[in-house]
T-cell receptor, first 116, second 113 residues
């Protein structure tokens, strides 16, 4: 199956700093990538959908100015958590798909963010 | 708005037993339903995917069924092993918004050696 990687796998930062998380499709070109957030013992919640070369579409309640998403190439999407606070501590997972609609989504291994 | 519920939230069973995990969803207009496994602090491993036109899928000791009209799916695990201990997530792909996947909160399974 297709492989999606995330970097870093975990990160610890101080409150007020910005953190960038990368999502890469290693063996296919991803026209669309999705970013999810998972709090402990909760389900994965879709944060935003990004299409290569265009602005991301954010889910209701997700602050676009706080969670900056860039999908500049067909193999890379980045999520930047700006001015991170402890409540942003979570597990962030991306997924990628080659074609819309309804192609298979391949999930990355996730990034654990801890904000002190 | 689609909602996915998984019952029970946690389950402990002795090794060797057969078990069933339940998933229900509120809107039957789904494109497909997928079961994932998630180990602590890890990403998702896809176990089984059932298209909306299918009734069940099998892989090894796992069998997933889908009753779209009643909004239910079950994951059957036969002859459970300690290595099956993990959180099992049920997720539906919305037919209306065709790329959005809605996840349940999962069932935390612990197989007792």
């Amino acid at each position: 199956g297709a492989v999606v990687s995330q970097h870093p796998s975990w990160v610890i930062c101080k409150s007020g700093t910005s953190v960038k998380i990368e999502c890469r499709s290693l063996d296919f070109q991803a026209t669309t990538m999705f970013w999810y957030r998972q709090f402990p013992k909760q389900s994965l919640m879709l944060m935003a959908t990004s299409n290569e070369g265009s602005k991301a579409t954010y889910e209701q309640g997700v602050e676009k100015d706080k969670f900056l998403i860039n999908h500049a190439s067909l193999t890379l999407s980045t999520l930047t958590v700006t001015s991170a606070h402890p409540e942003d501590s979570s597990f962030y997972i991306c997924s990628a798909m080659w074609a819309r609609p309804r192609d298979t989504q391949y999930f990355g291994p996730g990034t654990r963010l801890t904000v002190l | 708005k689609q909602e996915v519920t998984q019952i029970p939230a946690a389950l402990s069973v002795p090794e060797g037993e057969n078990l069933v995990l339940n998933c229900s969803f509120t809107d039957s207009a789904i494109y497909n339903l997928q079961w994932f496994r998630q180990d602590p602090g890890k990403g998702l491993t896809s176990l089984l995917l059932i298209q909306s036109s299918q009734r069940e899928q099998t892989s090894g000791r796992l069998n997933a069924s889908l009753d779209k009209s009643s909004g239910r799916s079950t994951l059957y695990i036969a002859a459970s092993q300690p290595g099956d201990s993990a959180t099992y997530l049920c997720a539906v792909r919305d037919a209306e918004r065709d790329d959005k996947i809605i996840f349940g909160k999962g069932t935390r399974l612990h197989i007792l050696p």
